[in-house]
């Protein structure tokens, strides 16, 4: 006999058993159908998959650092006391054994590889970021190097100055077409005009600064000028990647095409310098020994 379908006034009358006796349905909440994957010995009792490196005292349990640290990061697992484990030997199991003799070699090369890398892991203890090996300060004078500087107020009135500029620019327009004639030439043409239209806007801005720069002087007597003004473009996006939607991809065809000979000797200048990071500007300074202290 076919299994009949249930409506919704059988299921609100009947109760859990009388349910799955009548229409065969199993019930998944029962304790018998829930088996819960016991960890192996010797690896963490939560991800089930690293070496244990701490045991718990009050949970009793074994863990790895990142889960020992993100199940005592808050409340009163705060105090909880963990204890590190000797891990110099790695645990074999029945299915890694026979790989563990024929990966000896990449094992030991991927050591020589990571020497003098730092690992950071968070303490529960203290509630702090702490450094396996080497200099936790060395670690964050590196990390400064690649994080950009936050634009001061006068750079965030140049970057809305850019992106003005570069919306009412037509460079991918008269650049990426098919017509005759010197395509390097309309590339140069293209960055001129769009440094002209800046030269405009800052002169309307700042009536004093604009005549500064620009009052008898040539694009490449304002090359400082202009490269800052790409370089906060850029640094911006990177900071703010959902920023710039249309007129960042302009902004690096430019670029790009600028540093092409033909079109660096045409142009008489360069558009590009390094981005400022953290690092830069502390090193500029003097100071950039702070980042270690």
Known sequence: MPATTP??????????????????????????????EEAPKGFCVECKDQQAQAFCEQCQEDFCDVCGSMIHRTGRRRQHVLTKLDVAAPIETDDTAPAAASDSEDTEKEGEALEGAMAVTFSADSGRAETGSGSFGAWISE???????????????????????????????KVDILMYGNKTKRMVGQIRELCAILSGLVLASDYKAGQTLFEDRQFEDNEEFFQKIFEIGRRHKIMNPDKMRNEYGKLMYLLQDSQQRDVSELLGFSTLKPIKTVHAVLESLNVAYILED
């Open 143 to 173: 990390r400064a190097k690649y994080i950009p500087l936050r634009l001061t107020l006068k750079e965030r009135k140049y970057l809305r100055l850019l992106e003005a500029a570069l919306n009412v620019s037509e460079y991918t327009d």
């Open 7 to 36: 409506s919704l006034g059988d299921i609100l009358r009947a109760d859990a058993e009388d349910f799955a006796d009548a229409f065969g349905v199993e019930d998944p909440a029962t304790e018998d159908n829930v088996t819960e």
